[in-house]
Protein backbone atom coordinates (compact mmCIF):
# COMPACT_ATOMS: atom_id res chain seq x y z
CA UNK A 1 0.00 0.00 0.00
CA UNK A 2 2.59 2.70 1.02
CA UNK A 3 4.35 1.85 -2.75
CA UNK A 4 0.92 2.63 -4.42
CA UNK A 5 0.24 5.92 -2.03
CA UNK A 6 3.88 7.02 -3.22
CA UNK A 7 3.26 6.17 -6.80
CA UNK A 8 0.01 8.17 -6.67
CA UNK A 9 1.13 11.17 -5.16
CA UNK A 10 4.42 11.21 -5.84
CA UNK A 11 5.26 11.74 -2.27
CA UNK A 12 6.71 9.43 0.31
CA UNK A 13 4.54 7.32 2.28
CA UNK A 14 4.48 8.92 5.73
CA UNK A 15 4.21 12.96 4.39
CA UNK A 16 0.96 11.07 2.94
CA UNK A 17 -0.43 9.62 6.25
CA UNK A 18 1.11 12.81 7.96
CA UNK A 19 -1.20 15.07 5.92
CA UNK A 20 -4.30 12.97 5.45
CA UNK A 21 -4.52 11.56 8.43
CA UNK A 22 -2.60 12.75 11.23
CA UNK A 23 -3.37 16.65 11.14
CA UNK A 24 -6.55 16.16 10.12
CA UNK A 25 -7.93 14.27 13.33
CA UNK A 26 -4.75 16.04 15.61
CA UNK A 27 -2.58 12.74 16.09
CA UNK A 28 -0.04 14.42 18.15
CA UNK A 29 1.11 11.83 19.44
CA UNK A 30 1.70 9.30 16.58
CA UNK A 31 4.98 9.38 14.50
CA UNK A 32 6.38 7.34 11.10
CA UNK A 33 9.77 7.61 12.32
CA UNK A 34 11.62 6.06 8.97
CA UNK A 35 15.08 4.29 10.01
CA UNK A 36 15.15 6.42 13.60
CA UNK A 37 15.72 3.53 16.03
CA UNK A 38 13.58 4.19 19.48
CA UNK A 39 10.75 5.35 21.14
CA UNK A 40 9.47 8.66 21.95
CA UNK A 41 9.18 9.18 25.69
CA UNK A 42 7.57 8.13 27.95
CA UNK A 43 6.74 4.36 26.40
CA UNK A 44 6.69 1.01 27.13
CA UNK A 45 9.87 -1.66 26.60
CA UNK A 46 9.23 -4.11 24.22
CA UNK A 47 11.21 -7.43 24.70
CA UNK A 48 12.08 -10.25 22.36
CA UNK A 49 12.93 -14.12 23.17
CA UNK A 50 16.34 -14.64 20.96
CA UNK A 51 16.31 -18.95 19.89
CA UNK A 52 19.41 -19.07 22.66
CA UNK A 53 17.07 -18.53 25.28
CA UNK A 54 18.19 -14.86 26.21
CA UNK A 55 15.85 -11.92 26.16
CA UNK A 56 16.77 -8.82 24.83
CA UNK A 57 14.80 -5.41 25.06
CA UNK A 58 13.57 -4.69 21.43
CA UNK A 59 12.60 -0.79 21.53
CA UNK A 60 15.78 0.11 19.94
CA UNK A 61 15.01 -1.26 16.70
CA UNK A 62 14.25 0.29 13.73
CA UNK A 63 11.13 0.60 12.92
CA UNK A 64 11.58 0.41 8.85
CA UNK A 65 11.66 -3.07 8.89
CA UNK A 66 7.88 -3.20 8.36
CA UNK A 67 8.10 -0.03 6.49
CA UNK A 68 4.33 0.61 5.63
CA UNK A 69 2.94 -1.92 6.90
CA UNK A 70 3.98 -1.47 10.45
CA UNK A 71 6.56 1.56 11.21
CA UNK A 72 3.71 3.81 12.44
CA UNK A 73 4.22 4.49 16.75
CA UNK A 74 1.35 5.77 18.45
CA UNK A 75 0.05 6.33 22.16
CA UNK A 76 -3.36 4.67 23.47
CA UNK A 77 -4.91 8.42 22.94
CA UNK A 78 -4.00 8.74 19.88
CA UNK A 79 -5.39 4.91 18.76
CA UNK A 80 -8.56 6.00 20.25
CA UNK A 81 -8.44 9.37 18.09
CA UNK A 82 -7.72 7.70 15.26
CA UNK A 83 -10.53 4.84 15.74
CA UNK A 84 -12.80 7.56 16.31
CA UNK A 85 -12.72 8.97 13.28
CA UNK A 86 -12.03 6.17 10.63
CA UNK A 87 -14.69 4.76 12.42
CA UNK A 88 -16.98 7.82 12.93
CA UNK A 89 -16.63 8.77 8.99
CA UNK A 90 -14.43 11.76 9.27
CA UNK A 91 -11.45 10.31 7.20
CA UNK A 92 -13.57 8.03 4.53
CA UNK A 93 -16.71 8.57 2.52
CA UNK A 94 -19.86 6.57 3.45
CA UNK A 95 -19.02 3.98 0.70
CA UNK A 96 -15.36 2.96 1.63
CA UNK A 97 -16.13 3.27 5.46
CA UNK A 98 -18.78 0.38 4.18
CA UNK A 99 -16.51 -1.33 2.08
CA UNK A 100 -13.78 -2.02 5.30
CA UNK A 101 -16.21 -3.23 7.11
CA UNK A 102 -17.44 -6.09 4.55
CA UNK A 103 -15.37 -8.72 6.20
CA UNK A 104 -15.04 -12.16 5.78
CA UNK A 105 -13.81 -15.39 8.51
CA UNK A 106 -10.15 -16.05 8.55
CA UNK A 107 -10.03 -18.90 10.64
CA UNK A 108 -8.00 -16.94 12.84
CA UNK A 109 -10.42 -15.89 15.82
CA UNK A 110 -11.53 -12.94 13.78
CA UNK A 111 -12.74 -11.73 10.39
CA UNK A 112 -10.96 -9.60 8.04
CA UNK A 113 -12.39 -6.51 5.63
CA UNK A 114 -9.90 -3.83 3.78
CA UNK A 115 -7.96 -3.02 7.08
CA UNK A 116 -10.19 -3.66 9.85
CA UNK A 117 -10.52 -6.81 11.97
CA UNK A 118 -13.81 -7.67 13.75
CA UNK A 119 -14.02 -10.02 16.48
CA UNK A 120 -17.17 -11.42 17.96
CA UNK A 121 -17.54 -11.83 21.60
CA UNK A 122 -19.39 -14.40 23.02
CA UNK A 123 -21.72 -12.15 24.77
CA UNK A 124 -22.69 -11.12 21.25
CA UNK A 125 -20.87 -7.44 21.01
CA UNK A 126 -18.76 -6.58 17.67
CA UNK A 127 -15.30 -5.45 18.34
CA UNK A 128 -13.69 -3.61 15.19
CA UNK A 129 -10.40 -2.45 14.69
CA UNK A 130 -7.28 -4.12 14.29
CA UNK A 131 -3.77 -5.12 15.47
CA UNK A 132 -0.43 -4.86 14.97
CA UNK A 133 2.46 -6.89 16.15
CA UNK A 134 6.93 -5.97 15.92
CA UNK A 135 9.55 -7.27 17.57
CA UNK A 136 8.61 -7.24 21.46
CA UNK A 137 4.91 -5.98 20.68
CA UNK A 138 1.57 -6.72 19.81
CA UNK A 139 -1.22 -3.98 20.08
CA UNK A 140 -5.21 -4.47 19.72
CA UNK A 141 -6.80 -1.26 18.99
CA UNK A 142 -10.74 -2.35 18.96
CA UNK A 143 -13.72 -0.11 19.22
CA UNK A 144 -17.52 -1.67 19.55
CA UNK A 145 -20.13 0.39 17.52
CA UNK A 146 -21.64 2.30 20.86
CA UNK A 147 -18.31 3.94 21.10
CA UNK A 148 -16.13 2.24 23.83
CA UNK A 149 -12.26 1.28 23.55
CA UNK A 150 -9.97 -1.14 24.15
CA UNK A 151 -6.39 -0.25 23.37
CA UNK A 152 -4.24 -2.53 24.67
CA UNK A 153 -0.07 -3.58 24.46
CA UNK A 154 0.87 -6.79 25.16
CA UNK A 155 4.93 -7.46 25.86
CA UNK A 156 5.08 -10.51 24.28
CA UNK A 157 8.06 -11.91 25.86
CA UNK A 158 8.73 -15.83 26.40
CA UNK A 159 4.72 -16.19 26.78
CA UNK A 160 2.47 -14.72 25.50
CA UNK A 161 -1.31 -14.77 26.57
CA UNK A 162 -3.74 -17.53 24.59
CA UNK A 163 -6.54 -16.35 22.36
CA UNK A 164 -8.72 -17.42 24.73
CA UNK A 165 -7.60 -14.75 28.21
CA UNK A 166 -7.49 -12.08 25.65
CA UNK A 167 -10.86 -12.38 24.67
CA UNK A 168 -11.36 -12.79 28.32
CA UNK A 169 -10.21 -9.36 28.97
CA UNK A 170 -11.99 -7.52 26.02
CA UNK A 171 -15.16 -9.76 27.51
CA UNK A 172 -14.86 -7.28 30.75
CA UNK A 173 -14.36 -4.37 28.53
CA UNK A 174 -17.17 -4.94 26.04
CA UNK A 175 -19.98 -7.24 27.52
Same mark, same amino acid.
Given at each position: ??? *???? %? +? @? ?13 ? *?? %? +????? $? @? ?11 ? =??? %?? #????? #? ?16 ? +??? #???? !? *?? @??? @???? *?? $? ?14 ? !? ?27 ? +?????? #? ?13 ? $? ?5 ? =? ?5 ? !??
Amino acid at each position: MGK *LIER %L +T @GRPYGDEVERRVLRP *LR %L +TQTIV $P @GDRPGLPRPHAHG =YAL %LP #DGRTV #DATRMNPSLDWAAGEMIS +TTR #DLGR !F *LD @GLL @GGRL *LS $PATLAAMRAVHPTGAG !FAYGLGLQEYRLPCGKRMIGHSGQLIGYT +TYALRS #DDGRQMNLSVNLGSS $PPSADKL =YAFAGKV !FC
